[in-house]
């Protein structure tokens, strides 16, 4: 009896590149890069590109929640 296969993993984009973030979130690119020179949202830095993890940009929405 042969045993069933696991499914492939599934991946979803998990960094994102400054202008892709601009587009899916909001903002222009400085907005996003001032963010990151200012140390409130890490990133990740391949060559001379900027990634941004999607988990801190969750976190970074969190923190940045207002209530009146």
């Known amino acids: 009896m042969a045993g069933k296969q696991p499914s492939p993993a599934v991946f979803t984009k998990r960094l994102l590149t400054i202008k892709e973030l601009a587009s899916e979130i909001g903002g222009t690119k400085w ?38």
Do not use: A, T
């Open 31 to 68: 907005f996003w890069r001032s963010m990151i020179w200012d140390g409130q949202l890490p990133y990740v830095q391949v060559g001379k590109k900027m990634f941004v993890d999607q988990h801190d940009i969750e976190l970074f929405i969190s923190k940045n929640k207002h209530k009146n």
